[in-house]
């Protein structure tokens, strides 16, 4: 992520605070990606020295002042102004994470040997949110290849309890 991505979340991050509204901002951020996702040569064309930055501005506008406020709008329209629209992407990440850090909030990714169960999931949720006294959401996911056990990524830290780890370890302990 630049500097500049960085600069800009944390404005809008800012101003979505005062106005207490940084869930509603965060959910038009993700609709704004979303109609770049589905409209191929949008962020291009906003990015575009080719096309006046005037209508640049407008056609932005005018597709999306009835799907978000004039908060993102005016966001979109700095973006757009200063040459960062192409890191749009960039800025939500980072207004997420700002989001998440503001209300406790983290997503553990668990990746284990087999499906877990709704029961398991909910005792690892449990244990996790007790651990780190926080809000978390699990993604979980299968790798067959770590033969058991789970494998649990949360902000960045990594806690490997699988058996392909633990049997690593022992390999690595023999060889020495």
Do not use: W
């Not at 949008?42 to 004039?70: G, N, Y």
């Not at 290849?145 to 490997?160: A, P, Q, S």
């Amino acid at each position: 992520m630049t500097n500049l991505s960085k600069e800009f979340s944390a404005a809008l991050f800012d101003l979505a605070m005062d106005e207490k509204r940084e869930e509603e901002v965060l959910e038009e951020l993700k609709l704004v990606k979303s109609v770049f996702d589905v409209t191929p040569g949008a962020l291009s064309t906003l990015a575009s020295p080719a096309i006046p930055r005037t209508e640049r501005l407008a056609l932005m506008e005018s597709s999306l002042k009835d799907q978000v406020s004039q908060t993102v709008i005016s966001f979109l329209a700095v973006l757009i102004s200063r040459g960062g629209i192409r890191n749009f992407d960039d800025c939500l990440k980072g207004y997420e994470e700002m989001y998440n850090s503001a209300k406790k909030l983290s997503t553990a990714k668990v990746v284990s040997a087999v499906e877990l169960t709704d029961a398991e999931k909910e005792k690892l949720l449990s244990q996790l949110e007790k651990k780190l006294g926080r809000t978390i959401y699990l993604e979980c996911s299968v790798d067959e290849t770590l033969l058991g056990g789970l494998k649990v990524e949360v902000d960045g830290k990594v806690m490997d309890g699988s058996l392909k780890h633990r049997l690593q370890q022992i390999k690595e302990v023999m060889n020495a």
